[in-house]
Structure formats: C-alpha cells, structure tokens
C-alpha cells in the first residue's frame, strides 16, 4: 500500500474518532465499487422489468415519463444524504445519519423501519427472481419450486457476503458492468429493431380510454419509478470500508442515480415503444408484456440471454441490499440498540466482515419467502411496504436534517450545498411526503382490503411494533454513543466506541 493510501487511512481513522468510533472494517471498496454497490442495489433492470405490467397497465406509453421525474425529486433526497454522510462517515447509514441530526428515539425509529424494509425487499427481489431463473433452467414454476429458487439465491448471496469486503465489492461492479450493457444492449435493440409504437405515443394519452383526467392514472403508474429509485443510501452504508468516505461517497451517491436513472429510462423506453399492443397490456389480455416483447423481438434464444442477464441483475441486488442489511443491524448493535448485541456487533477476523448481522441479514427474508406459501394474500400485503417503508425512512433523515439545520447545523463535511442547503431539503420533503401518500392511496375500491389498504395497515402495524419495543425495552437508553450533536458544527469528541 502507498505512504498516500496510508495517509488517507490515517485521515479516515482521525475522523471516525473524532465521531466516537474506532472501526475495524477493511478500507478497501474504491469510489467505483462504491458506487457500484448503489446502483446494483437501486437495479434499474430488475425495476423496470419487476413493475412494467402494473405500471405500464395503470398508465400506457406515458408512463415512461414517471421515471423521469421521480428520479429528479429522488436526487433532491440525494443531496441531502450527500451533505450528512460528508459529515458523518459511519457504517450503517440511516440509523447513525438520524442519531446525529436528532437524536436516539428518531434514529431508532428510522433504523427499525428501514430495516424492516430491507428485510421485505431481500425477500421480494429473491421472490421475483424465481420465475426467471426457473425459465432459464427449464423447471415447471410452482409454488414449492418457486420457493425453493428464492431459498437458494438468498443462500447463495448469504456465502458472498461472507466471503468479504472485496469479493463484495468485485461481485457488485460485475453486476454493475453486466447490468448496464444489458440496459444498453436491450434498449437499443429494441428501438432500432422491434419499435411498434411512435414516439408520439409518449404524450398521446387521448386512446388510453382513462376516465375523466389522466393524473389519477400518471400517478398510478408512477409506482415502478419509485420501486427503481432508491439504493444510492447503500454507498453510504459501507462508509467505513471506502477511503476518503466524506469526499468519495457523495460523488457515488450521485453518480448511481445519474447513471441507473438513464439506464432506467433507455431501458423502459425500449421496452415502451416496442409493445406490440397497448390494449392488450392495459386490459390486462398480455399478462406478462415484458416476454412478449423480448420473444417477439429476439426469439427464444435472445430472451434466454436477457433473462441470464436478468438473473445476474437480481443476485447482485441482493447482494448489496443484504450488504446494507447487515451493516445496519451491525451500526445498531455496536450501539448496544438491538437485542443480541453483544454477538451482532462483532467482525469476523481475517475477512472484517459482520458475519453474524450477514446470517441475521439472510435468515428474516429466507422466513419471509417461506411464509408465501401458506400467507400468500398476507405475503402481498407485507411486500407492498417494502418500498413505502425505505421512503419513510428516507423522509425521516429529511426531517432530521431540516430540524438540524433549525437548530443551528451547518454541514461541514467535504460536500455541502452552501446556500442551496434550505431550499433543496424542502422540496426533498414535499417530493418525499408526495410519493408516500401516492404509494399509499387506495386505487381499488371493488378490490379486498389487503389491496387498497395493505401498504398504510403494514406501515402503521411496523411503527406500532417499533413504537411497543421502544416503550417496553428502552433500547435507546442504552450505549454510550453521540446523538443529537450536529447542530454544534462539530461532533462530539469523547472515548471511542470499539467495534
């Protein structure tokens, strides 16, 4: 290692104790890797492809303006996040951000509510990639089959994590490289090869026989987008284990929602244009219109390449999601927030890895997937909070970065957004508090409940739970860690907490 690397670790070290904390994670995921981990965790593949029949359903071609838009008001929260983690570099990301900007009971809250979300969305994704992988290897996809697949992937991401820092960090710009030609390589595919559908058709909404205003049904349609555009918070996750973490990780931050937000559009756009048949996919007639475009314009062979790719796309998404997971619960415990700390807060010697959070980080989604065999309809309602549940989270970071900046909190970490620091954590808050109440609203009245109020029931029984164990347990009165000290430019200096 140079006398450079050397200093900047020494640097980094300074810093983190100057918050509090000696870390003995291995430093060693370059701002591209960082990077990576965020964009393989957000997946605009696995978005795009997971959500396009409900999406494309509710809102017809004009749907593909969803993605733009969300990811502009997703970049607003961005920058918030860049100017905290700049300050504060710590493992864990959410849970240490809130700590610090508010306090305790906030960030508990904050940290038990994204957990859950992470927890749901592991489970999701392994679920989701069932269906492809059980195509790809030629398998009849029932239930059992279909279970089995997602048991195996989640085992699978398990063993990687394990392995370490940098086999996570190799996997993660693997997917990341494989995923983006795929993006670009299906996109312009299709649109030079398979496009069926003018270009007009982007804002032509008079044949999408929508009653009465189209808003009701753009907003609708919005719900893929914001499925795709979250999973830059994940380079800040490992903050610990990147160099220069207060300069690099805001670049990657931003770079993983520039580069997976056009990766996204050219994707959906390809995909939008080369329906061969809107009304079939809007009434519902063309179930899965993702295969039907991808057969119809490549042949068997070509969807079975995309679907290989696809299926990378998934494993390393849930690589990085149970990455982010598994610091988490470590951030908590090193805390002493959470039951069983005193085994969670630990790394594995050699690999530096928190390998008992990493086994925690797999085992709930594993008992979440398992349990769709028998809940199926309950199952639903429980995946409908995965996204809803990482913005309310998100939006708790956005208030405790406002209630900060009320207190007298100036960011002076190495990226800041100087005047700009106010107006751009408003609007990151009304655009957040918009796209809660937009993936909450119900939509279907002659539909069973679990279907109109399943998100805001699972979102309300989450912080009923994490309220009940705050109440009972007190398990923010415990440890010796900094909380609510943004506010003095400085952070607290004092004994540091060993990991």
């Known amino acids: 290692m140079s006398d450079a690397n050397n200093a900047q670790i020494e640097r980094d070290a300074a810093q983190l104790r100057s918050l509090g904390y000696v870390s003995h994670f291995d430093r060693s995921i370059s701002i591209w890797e960082n990077f990576a981990l965020g964009f393989t965790y957000l997946s605009p593949v696995v978005g795009v492809y997971t959500i396009f029949a409900t999406t494309f359903k509710a809102g017809g071609p004009p749907m593909w303006w969803t993605y733009l838009f969300v990811g502009l ?33 906030w960030a508990w809250m904050a940290g038990w509510l994204y957990g859950w979300a992470l927890f749901v969305t592991l489970a999701a994704i392994a679920t989701g990639a069932a269906p492809f992988i059980a195509q790809l290897i030629a398998i009849k996809g029932t239930p059992a089959h279909l279970t089995a697949i997602a048991l195996v992937l989640i085992a699978i991401t398990t063993l990687l994590n394990l392995s370490g820092t940098r086999l996570l960090a190799r996997v993660a710009m693997f997917g990341f490289i494989c995923e983006l030609i795929g993006a670009i390589a299906v996109g312009s595919y299709l649109l030079i090869f398979a496009r069926h559908q003018p270009f007009s058709s982007l804002i032509d909404t008079a044949n999408l026989h929508v009653h009465g205003s189209y808003l009701p049904a753009f907003l609708a349609s919005a719900l893929g987008a914001m499925f795709c555009y979250y999973g830059f918070e994940a380079c800040g996750d490992v903050a610990e284990e990147t160099p220069d973490a207060g300069r ?3 670049k990657s931050m931003r770079l993983t ?34 295969v039907t475009i991808l057969n119809t314009a490549m042949g068997e062979t070509g969807l079975r ?52 959070a990493l086994l925690v980080a797999g085992a709930v989604p594993a008992l979440i997937a398992i349990s769709a065999q028998w809940l199926e309809n309950a199952i639903a309602t429980i ?50 508090l918009g796209a809660i109440v937009n993936m909450s609203w119900p939509r279907s009245p002659d539909s069973p409940w679990f279907a109109n109020y399943g998100v805001i029931v699972t979102s309300l029984g989450v912080i009923a739970l994490g309220i009940l164990y705050m109440m009972l347990w007190r398990p923010y009165d415990r440890g010796r860690a900094p909380s609510g000290d943004a506010h003095r430019q400085q952070a607290a200096l004092g004994e540091p907490i060993i990991d």
């Not at 961005?78 to 849970?95: A, D, N, R, T, W």
């Not at 756009?269 to 061969?276: F, K």
């Not at 988490?328 to 069983?340: C, K, P, Q, S, T």
Request: hydrophobic letters at 55%; one cysteine or more; aromatic letters at 10%.
């Open 73 to 105: 008001g997703q970049l607003l929260v961005c920058l918030v996040f860049g100017e905290i983690v700049s300050q504060f570099p710590i493992s864990g990301g959410i849970y240490p951000w809130a700590r610090r900007l508010f306090g305790k009971r």
């Open 305 to 356: 390449i995309v679907i290989a790719i696809v299926t990378v796309s998934f494993i390393s998404a849930l690589i990085s999601l149970q990455a982010a997971a598994s610091r988490l619960l470590f951030a908590y415990a090193r805390d002493e927030m959470i039951v069983g700390s005193k085994y969670l807060r630990h790394l594995s010697p050699g690999r530096h890895i928190p390998a008992k």
């Open 248 to 250: 690099t990780i805001p």
């Open 383 to 432: 995946i409908s909070f995965a996204s809803v549940g990482i913005y309310i989270a998100f939006q708790m970071i956005v208030v405790a970065a406002l209630v900060a900046r009320a207190r007298g909190w100036r960011p002076t970490g190495s990226f800041t957004l100087g005047a700009l620091g106010w107006p751009v954590n408003i609007a990151a808050l009304a655009y957040g």
């Open 257 to 290: 929602i520039y580069v997976g937000g056009v990766a996204a559009l050219w994707v959906c756009l390809g995909l939008v244009l080369a329906v061969p048949d809107v009304g079939a996919v809007m009434s519902g007639q063309d179930k899965d219109p993702v």
